[in-house]
């Protein structure tokens, strides 16, 4: 997952203000493993596309919207 602004992802806390935001991957190329760890929210926000052949794990809970 990827970010944009001033505090990555492990130190964003709620009421994070403009200009930082947080966007995430819509395609996914490669056999991957995404790990969220517990005690922690994760979350993946629009279409997201698997490419034929890749596998993508999940360990942990995530929740697409």
């Given at each position: 997952?990827?970010?944009?602004?001033?505090?990555?992802?492990?130190?964003?806390?709620?009421?994070?203000?403009?200009p930082n935001?947080?966007?995430?991957?819509?395609?996914?190329?490669?056999t991957t493993t995404t790990t969220v760890p517990s005690g922690r929210?994760?979350?993946i926000q629009g279409e997201?596309?698997?490419a034929g052949g890749v596998t993508w794990t999940i360990?942990?809970?995530l929740t697409i919207l």
């Open positions: 997952m990827s970010y944009i602004g001033n505090l990555p992802p492990s130190t964003a806390t709620a009421g994070v203000s403009e935001y947080f966007y995430n991957y819509s395609d996914l190329t490669i929210n994760g979350f997201i596309t698997v360990d942990g809970t």
